[in-house]
């Protein structure tokens, strides 16, 4: 596109405009670069439509993150625009406004407000208001103003108090924009003075940081890690740099949230999923601008914001799948992506974990990453006992009539007794992961998924995980006309209803994907549990992620079977870090808290790895399995998942691509395969793996790609398929 004249002084690399492509339609673009000559052989140039934005909405080293990002995950440069500038956004955007009052213009003279008190004598109620007015409002430029609200709260006066002094021409009100973005009322605290193991880890990390650029922080559950990172966010903030603290969820943010305000009050933004387009939109332009935010808090999309001049990245829970997007493209690994951007500022990265990834973990025993230790907890509490009990004796013996055990029923009378709250987990949320006939096995699948349904009790209907649909509950076997499906299994839904049975007058809430839509009714949630409205959570993974409750006495891992059944090489990883977290929501405080871990498998090496708290023992398992079947960190995994709404299409495609990239990349490329779910709304689904040497640069392998794509789109049907890629894909 050319530049008009008249633009020219507008338009500098990061503007935002329109510009046309193809035929008719418009789209908006963001300037990566100014040449002063076309290229040759260029013609048609088209112009530049119109300009969007008054200046750059980018900060330069976005633009090389970006290109860094497509290339290592696949994917176009405009894909990660799409995702990370509110673009669409930003035209949509209206600042809110909010109604202000001030003196009018007659009245800014001394003499004339003496005169205006004079006069109001013999109404004392407006007199008082014009008072408050004097005494609450805040001079901005050369007159005085408070928002309309604020001031009749502040008086404790009528609007009709206010419209008297309105309609006598003393008051005007008019609309002002104003932030969305809240701020902070509250004090400013010093921090909290580190403990000696933490002091001296904080040392280690600092020490670290003179050599390498990143350092893992493996903290027990409780050692404090979070205040850890309030010391060194201080210290980045004193040398004048940002700081981005990047969390998994959303679930998260609440409860950090409340504790660095604490600290940091308003230098602080916060930055999710769940504010909106507004809010997103402002905290773009609060970085853009000279007065911006020194510390984000946020989830896997801050990445992508345009900080000035990072000092410090921590990436808390650094273990979290949820790191990972699936989709859309691109689908990229907050927590490797952020390293990248905390280089590209010449930043230091912080990944905190009690259960670090193998990867990482990998990357701190080679030397590459610094790696620090805590193995206490803050006030020395003891890490909780877990003690196994066996559910497939108990049911043999015909002792669980229900989905507790006997010990765990008595140690929750126990807790609940003593005033203490019990935690209960169980990863599956709804009522009954599957239904089944039980004469001919028949069980209730969704029409466009290749899974079984869930049934949903509260909803009274079956629902697909993967798409979402809802289906009414059969009345009968659709095979064999039999009359009485049985539930298999059971979820949160079904939890939650034994135990308030169980324990009627106790105050029982779940927390999982279902109830949790809301940004609101997640925080409710986790208040009422932290101020013992509630006695016993019952939480999906949720639960699991970094939450800090002082009551909490007592742990209940209701299936660990369930973790660990998963056809996936990262499967036992995942289980451990899900139970030793979740473990490690006992006993945070002063006293030693329990864990009830009911499994079918008690003498299971990775459950009583759980029990012993010995996260090393399963590193090194896991590491041995990976390197045997060659898995990472030992290789890099790249999905090619192609996608077609007929079986014979998408089964004949993938075959000749995976052919193609064999003659390439040889015993490289397995596949293709059908997955375990081979069918997701109403696509078919094949999946050829690549498993490529560390070493090799992510653009050889790209030009491989899509060379053998151009071979590809020969074939016939090629151009109807969906293919995608997934680097490191969890
Ligand atoms: P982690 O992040 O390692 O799980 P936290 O930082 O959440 O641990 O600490 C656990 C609890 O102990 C928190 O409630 C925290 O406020 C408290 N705590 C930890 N270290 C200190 C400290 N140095 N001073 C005061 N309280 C602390
Ligand atoms: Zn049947
Ligand atoms: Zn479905």
Redesign the pocket.
Known sequence: YFVPPEMEAQIVQGTLVNVSFGKNSHYSGIVSNIRDNPPENLQNIKPVLTVESERSILRPTQLRFWEWLSGYYLCSVGEVFKAVVPAGRMEAYSPKTELFVRLSPSYSSMDAVNEVFEYLKKSPKQEHLLLSFFQFSRIVGNSREISRKELLDRSFSSASILTSLIKKGILETYEKPVSRLQSYSGEIRLL????SF?QHAYNEIVECFKEKSVCLLH?V???????IYTHLIDETLKSGLQVLYLLPEIALTAQITDRLKLFFGDRMGIYHSKINNHERVEIWNNLLSDNAYEIILGVRSSVFLPFERLGLVIVDEEHEPSYKQQDPAPRYHARNAAIMLANMHGAKTVLGS?TPSIESFYNAQTGKYGYVKIEKR?EETELPIVIPVNTKELKRKKKMKTVFSPLLIEKMQTALQAGEQVLLFQNRRGFAPLMSCPICEWTPRCRFCDVSLTYHKNLSRLTCHYCGRTYHLPSECHECGNNELKQIGFGTEKVEEEITELFPDIPIERMDADNTRTKKSLEDIIDRFETGETGILIGTQMISK?L?FEKVSLVGILNADALMNFPDFRAYERAAQLMLQVAGRAG??KKQGEVILQTSHPDHPLIQSVIQHDYETVYNMQMEERQLFNYPPFCRIIHVNIRHKNEDIVHKIADIYADLLREKLGNRVTGANKPAIGHIQNLHLRRITLKIEIQVSMNTVRTILEETKIRLSAQPDYKSCIIQYDVDPV
């Open positions: 909290n003075r580190l403990n933490q903290g559950t409780a050692s404090g890690k979070t205040e009690a803050f970094g800090d945070r405080r």
